[in-house]
């Protein structure tokens, strides 16, 4: 490991960057999942085709070709946009940051929807007849009576989306973002050992989504601590 030496801080910065791209991407997976499964679930005609086809597209288009696409295609976007301002502005680089978290989010947000929508249908409708008869409105029922049901029912695979947004997290290298995957590429082309250095990527991304295995699993007791004296 020796051959390392020099590196490990840039394997440091690196990973702090991934931490920052996996909580950004989360919190925006997690209010399109709640804002999908709220559309598909509605009774508005519009609203549910504009979830469908939100999650029918992201769900479907390859996940490196929708970060190519979204990161080329909003310079462009935001270029056009400028111009029409400012005609002397010749072209707007969008931060490979941004760019990388926003389209995980919206991959990993279009099968959150999915999940959420299950999970919503599987809360006892009892219940939520229960919490109108008490004169609880709709935005009291949505967030003390259907949320934290569906959040029980939701866990495991909601684990899964997060495995993915960190795994998925490596993918950003290739447009330029300076995370663990780059700078292995970068350290292989100084000291010319790929194995070693993408194993060390590997264990370190192992670590990282044991550690999410782990959380998810202590979530999982204390959501569905509750039912153990009814088994």
Do not use: C
Not at 158 to 177: E, P, Q, R, V
Not at 197 to 219: D, E, F, K, P, S
């Amino acid at each position: 490991m020796s051959l390392l030496d020099g590196w490990w801080d840039d394997f440091f910065f690196g990973l702090l960057t991934v931490l920052q791209v996996f909580a950004v991407a989360l919190a925006m997976a997690v209010a399109l999942g709640l804002l999908g499964a709220s559309a598909k679930l509605s009774n508005s005609r519009l609203l549910r085709a504009l979830a469908q086809v939100y999650t029918v597209v992201f769900r479907g288009a390859p996940e490196l070709l929708v970060l190519l696409l979204f990161y080329f295609g909003m310079a462009l976007t935001l270029t056009w946009f400028v111009r029409l301002f400012d005609p002397s502005v010749k072209f707007i680089d969008l931060p490979p940051f941004w760019a990388g978290s926003i389209a995980i989010g919206l991959i990993v947000g279009a099968y959150m929807t999915e999940t959420f929508r299950g999970a919503f249908l599987g809360v006892d409708r009892g219940h939520i007849e229960a919490a109108r008869a008490l004169s609880l409105n709709p935005y009291q029922v949505f967030w003390y009576v259907r949320v934290p049901q569906m959040w029980r029912l939701a866990l495991p695979n909601f684990g899964n989306h997060m495995l993915s947004i960190m795994k998925d997290t490596a993918l950003i290298s290739i447009i330029g973002l300076e995370e663990i995957l780059f700078v292995a590429k970068m350290a292989n082309s100084v000291v010319h050992r790929p194995f070693l250095l993408y194993v060390t990527v590997a264990m370190i991304y192992l670590a990282m989504t044991t550690v999410i295995t782990l959380v998810v699993g202590q979530l999982e007791v204390r959501a569905n601590r509750h039912l153990r004296g009814t088994r």
